[in-house]
T-cell receptor
């Protein structure tokens, strides 16, 4: 089963608005990562947050992590049409084989111009 | 750096045929992953290699699937014989630790 599950499945907003996507997971993690996938392309890494971090920023991205609730959120501020893509969270488990990232089912974000 | 390179970008084949997907990871990366993406099942890890050695192939769906990594700069994923339910986008990714770097995938259609 998918470790990370994003919600909502789809999100449509106007350019300039903020977009928030959430991710829930089930087991203990080393870190949680967010990736973006444009149509017809591979996934691109956006940001990584370690289990001992609560918040991280990168440009217009803000990621939070709540290990007690096993959840994370990705906030994109001042969205642009170019942000239209699918966004996936991926968890790096604490135990088991290293580097076995498990991806969620993704949130499809549409930013309308 | 050219990134992870996959070939072909698209493959259309008939049921029963052998399909070989190819991947060139980023130079210096020591881990290589094969993923499959479908609408129904999302992104699934098929197999991953560390230093050219297969570490976990538990995600390989059936014996029809096999993967090799003869050297640090090349890997193949083979399906023999192919079936319509194998239709999907297959991604190769490489890394040195985190994060993963993905290729643009091979879209496989089996008719």
């Amino acid at each position: 089963s998918q470790q990370g599950e994003e919600d909502p499945q789809a999100l449509s907003i106007q350019e300039g608005e903020n977009a928030t996507m959430n991710c829930s997971y089930k087991t203990s993690i080393n870190n949680l990562q967010w990736y973006r996938q444009n149509s017809g392309r591979g996934l691109v890494h956006l940001i990584l947050i370690r289990s001992n971090e609560r918040e991280k920023h990168s440009g217009r991205l803000r990621v939070t992590l709540d290990t007690s609730k096993k959840s994370s959120s990705l906030l994109i501020t001042a969205s642009r049409a170019a942000d239209t893509a699918s966004y996936f969270c991926a968890t790096d488990p604490l135990s088991g084989s290293a580097r076995q990232l498990t991806f969620g089912s993704g949130t499809q974000l549409t930013v309308l111009p | 750096d050219a990134g992870v390179i996959q070939s072909p970008r698209h493959e259309v084949t008939e049921m029963g045929q052998e399909v070989t997907l190819r991947c060139k990871p980023i130079s210096g990366h020591n881990s290589l992953f094969w993923y499959r993406q479908t609408m129904m099942r999302g992104l699934e890890l098929l197999i991953y290699f560390n230093n050219n050695v297969p570490i976990d192939d538990s995600g390989m769906p059936e014996d029809r699937f096999s993967a090799k990594m003869p050297n640090a700069s090349f890997s193949t994923l083979k399906i023999q014989p192919s079936e319509p339910r194998d239709s999907a986008v297959y991604f190769c990714a490489s890394s040195y630790g985190s994060p993963l770097h993905f290729g643009n995938g091979t879209r496989l259609t089996v008719t």
